[in-house]
C-alpha cells in the first residue's frame, strides 16, 4: 500500500520540476516509503464546468479520470506536489485537478458543515516548484493557491523547495545542489509521514 503520492504537475516529462520531484521520490523510497506516482498530463481530466452538480453529494459529476486519481491521493497520509510556475501559479494540468476538487470543498464545507480553519490535518505536503525568473514574489500567488488546495485534502504543508530561475529542460541538472536538496526533503518528507500519528 502506498503511503506517498507524488503529483507530477508539469507538461514536460524530464523539465526541471519532474527532475527534482524524481530526485525527491528517490529520497523518499530510500527512506522507506512506498510512493504512487501521479503524472497528471497522462490523464484525462476535464476543466471544472462549474454545474454544481457535487452540491448533493460532494461527488463531482464529470466522470473522467479525476475521481482515480482524487482517490490514490485521498489514499495516502503524504502528497508531494510538484509545478513549474507559469503566470505566478500552478501549471494547466495541476490547475485542472485543483479545480476539480471544487466538489471535496463542498463536500467539506457545505454538505459536512465543517468549520473553517476548525478541522484536524490528516496528511503532510511537500511542495516543489521551479520558475525562469528570479523575481521575490514569484511564487506568492502559487503558494496562497496551493495553501487553499492543501486545504480540502485535509493537509498541512510540511515543507517547499521554490528555486528561481530556471527554464530550459536540463538546467537543472547543472546544480547539483538543488538536486541534492530534493532528495534530502524527500527523504525527510517520509521519515517525518512516517512520524506522524
Same mark, same amino acid.
Given at each position: 500500500?502506498?503511503?506517498?503520492?507524488?503529483?507530477?504537475?508539469?507538461?514536460?516529462?524530464?523539465?526541471?520540476?519532474?527532475?527534482?520531484?524524481?530526485?525527491?521520490?528517490?529520497?523518499?523510497?530510500?527512506?522507506?516509503?512506498?510512493?504512487?506516482?501521479?503524472?497528471?498530463?497522462?490523464?484525462?481530466?476535464?476543466?471544472?464546468?462549474?454545474?454544481?452538480?457535487? *452540491?448533493?453529494?460532494?461527488?463531482?459529476?464529470?466522470?473522467?479520470?479525476?475521481?482515480? %486519481? !482524487?482517490?490514490?491521493? @485521498?489514499?495516502?497520509? $503524504?502528497?508531494?506536489?510538484?509545478?513549474?510556475?507559469?503566470?505566478?501559479?500552478?501549471?494547466?494540468?495541476?490547475?485542472?485537478?485543483?479545480?476539480?476538487?471544487?466538489?471535496?470543498?463542498?463536500? *467539506?464545507?457545505?454538505?459536512?458543515?465543517?468549520?473553517?480553519?476548525?478541522?484536524?490535518? %490528516? !496528511?503532510?505536503?511537500? @511542495?516543489?516548484?521551479? $520558475?525562469?525568473?528570479?523575481?521575490?514574489?514569484?511564487?506568492?500567488?502559487?503558494?496562497?493557491?496551493?495553501?487553499?488546495?492543501?486545504?480540502?485534502?485535509?493537509?498541512?504543508?510540511?515543507?517547499?523547495?521554490?528555486?528561481?530561475?530556471?527554464?530550459?529542460?536540463?538546467?537543472?541538472?547543472?546544480?547539483?545542489?538543488?538536486?541534492?536538496?530534493?532528495?534530502?526533503?524527500?527523504?525527510?518528507?517520509?521519515?517525518?509521514?512516517?512520524?506522524?500519528?
Amino acid at each position: 500500500m502506498y503511503n506517498i503520492a507524488a503529483v507530477y504537475g508539469s507538461p514536460r516529462r524530464q523539465g526541471n520540476t519532474a527532475t527534482l520531484m524524481k530526485r525527491a521520490v528517490d529520497g523518499a523510497t530510500d527512506a522507506g516509503a512506498v510512493v504512487d506516482e501521479i503524472i497528471l498530463r497522462d490523464y484525462n481530466i476535464s476543466p471544472c464546468l462549474e454545474i454544481y452538480g457535487c *452540491k448533493k453529494e460532494g461527488e463531482c459529476v464529470i466522470k473522467d479520470d479525476f475521481q482515480a %486519481v !482524487r482517490d490514490r491521493v @485521498l489514499a495516502c497520509r $503524504g502528497v508531494m506536489i510538484a509545478t513549474p510556475i507559469f503566470f505566478y501559479t500552478v501549471s494547466a494540468h495541476l490547475k485542472m485537478f485543483m479545480d476539480r476538487c471544487q466538489s471535496l470543498w463542498i463536500k *467539506k464545507y457545505w454538505i459536512d458543515q465543517t468549520p473553517f480553519n476548525q478541522w484536524t490535518p %490528516v !496528511r503532510k505536503g511537500l @511542495l516543489i516548484s521551479v $520558475g525562469a525568473t528570479k523575481g521575490k514574489k514569484l511564487f506568492d500567488g502559487m503558494l496562497l493557491t496551493m495553501k487553499y488546495f492543501f486545504d480540502v485534502f485535509d493537509m498541512k504543508m510540511w515543507d517547499t523547495l521554490l528555486i528561481r530561475g530556471l527554464d530550459l529542460a536540463g538546467d537543472v541538472l547543472a546544480h547539483p545542489e538543488y538536486m541534492d536538496e530534493a532528495y534530502q526533503k524527500g527523504r525527510a518528507f517520509a521519515e517525518a509521514v512516517r512520524g506522524a500519528k
